[in-house]
């Protein structure tokens, strides 16, 4: 078994939540790791892009020496992850040096290579001299309902049309380990054809309480910093997976094609953090975000980018009268 995650501990330390079990990889050898659960988003073609980078940094993590804490990781996707298969991660151990070591971590399903990460980790240096982008002034996260609530809400109202909630439903139904608080108070009409905007941003935490290594706290973080990041592309053009009518047009593919994460200082990923959510470019069918992740005094502690298929068409428009 891993040690980065694991089943309870005596002292409470850890929960076993849903993001641990979801982490949770089996050692089947030196080096060589098997994932116990895999998440399918609905409507996904294959397994939830963030578990299988937090499956890998978890990977990763357990062939460097305690000191040793990452600071950045490069990933690609390689094909869609089959969740009724468990996920094969092997370590390389490219590099252990005084200050840094490197490792590259290859996932694999039925003996074709499905992902690909190269992590680097450091001995902390947190006495250098550091700068940062400030933190945007948004809502505070306890004024603002978390996306399970504003489903329910939504599913509860009755001007929402039946077959609506019943998609809605099936997303309440979904086994989340992750909390989400929207800065923006979105409507029905914000979900189905949003205002174009190239920027989103939210709250995110897990749900429940994890232990103090922070280890741990950084592969989750991992895991939740594909949640959402790529749809600030087709926002931008005022598309959500929910558009089916309107000006604006809908989303027909979306696919992760690369990952890349930067971890400036130590985080808590059971505690509130904003996630700074931004696209400066699509085009070929391909989107580029970026993404900056802040504790909530403002300390700016992870940073992402992502590229991506995104592929939309047009909406039929309705006939005028």
Partial sequence: ?????????????????IIESMLDLEEIDKDLFRSKRLWLPMGARGVFGGNVVGQALVAATNTVSKEYSVHSLHSYFLLPGDHAVPIVYHVERVRDGKSYCTRTVTAKQRGKSIFVCTASFQVPAPQSPSHQYPMPNVPHHSKLPNSEEL???????????????EILKLRLAEPLALEFKDTRQNSLRDITNPPKRTEQMFWIKCKGKLGDALALHQCVVAYGSDHNLLGTVPLS????????????????????????????CPFRADEWMLYVCESPRSGCDRGLTFG?????????AVSVAQEGVVRMKENPMEPKL
């Fill in 1 to 17: 078994m891993s040690s980065t995650t694991g089943p309870p501990s005596p002292d409470g330390a850890t929960n076993n939540t």
């Fill in 292 to 300: 900056r992740i802040y504790k909530e005094d403002g300390t700016l």
């Fill in 151 to 165: 489903i329910q809400s939504m599913i509860d109202d009755p001007k929402v049309p039946e077959k609506f909630t």
């Fill in 237 to 264: 053009h005022g598309a959500t997976w929910f558009s089916r009518k309107g000006p604006n047009p809908r989303i027909t593919m979306m696919a992760s094609l690369d990952h890349s994460m930067w971890f400036h």
